[in-house]
């Protein structure tokens, strides 16, 4: 059996990767979530294992220690990082392995991992974006601000990646995301 491809979906908070995740995890075979860790606390409909592993600060720093990480990064407010041994595991088994991960995190694992795909997951503007964000409602003003914030740096650096999708139509853009994936397998 080949090893699998990783691909690596990244773009602003309130983009809509998560639901695009989704969709891709639910329309691709053979495609799997790495689960990331994080320090910051689960939203009400979150599940730990199954959205994050929400671990504490401390065992955090113990993993970036141990060199568990593939990449991590402090995102906002908060720590993120993906396991490279979950990773190793569903390479090595033959399959697609998706991260959703944000634009520092998209970057050291272009560095480390060649032959890696990464998307970068526009808003059709970043006034959409805001719109969406206080939409979704899960952040008070000031972490909005901040997230807003880290968007606009993060929409400049939309060329550095092999792939943009534009996320105006939701369906548009699962599709458009299916069809870079698919098109690497053949
Ligand atoms: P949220 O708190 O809204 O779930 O995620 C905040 C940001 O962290 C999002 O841009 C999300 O993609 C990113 N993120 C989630 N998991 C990881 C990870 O493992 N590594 C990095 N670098 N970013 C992550």
Do not use: W
Not at 4 to 21: C, H, Y
Not at 56 to 82: I, M, N, P, W
Not at 128 to 155: F, I, Q, S, V, Y
């Amino acid at each position: 059996m080949g090893r699998g491809r990783l691909f690596i979906l990244s773009g602003p908070s309130g983009v809509g990767k998560g639901t695009l995740r989704k969709r891709a995890l639910n329309d691709i075979k053979d495609l799997v979530y790495s689960i990331s860790c994080t320090t910051r606390r689960p939203r009400p409909e979150e599940q730990d294992g199954v959205d994050y592993r929400f671990i504490s600060s401390e065992d955090f720093e113990e993993r970036v220690k141990q060199g568990a990480f593939l990449e991590y990064a402090h995102v906002h407010d908060a720590c993120y990082g993906t396991l490279r041994e979950d990773v190793e595991r569903e390479l090595s088994a033959g399959r697609d392995v998706l991260l959703e991960i944000d634009v520092q995190g998209a970057l050291q694992v272009r560095r480390r991992v060649p032959g890696a795909v990464s998307v970068f997951v526009s808003p059709p503007s970043l006034e959409e974006l805001e719109h969406r964000l206080r939409e979704r409602g899960t952040e008070d003003d000031a972490k909005l601000r901040l997230r807003l914030k880290n968007a606009a740096a993060e929409l400049r650096r939309a060329g550095e990646y092999d792939h943009v999708v534009v996320n105006g139509d939701l369906d548009e853009a699962a599709s458009a995301l299916r069809k870079i994936i698919l098109d690497y397998r053949n």
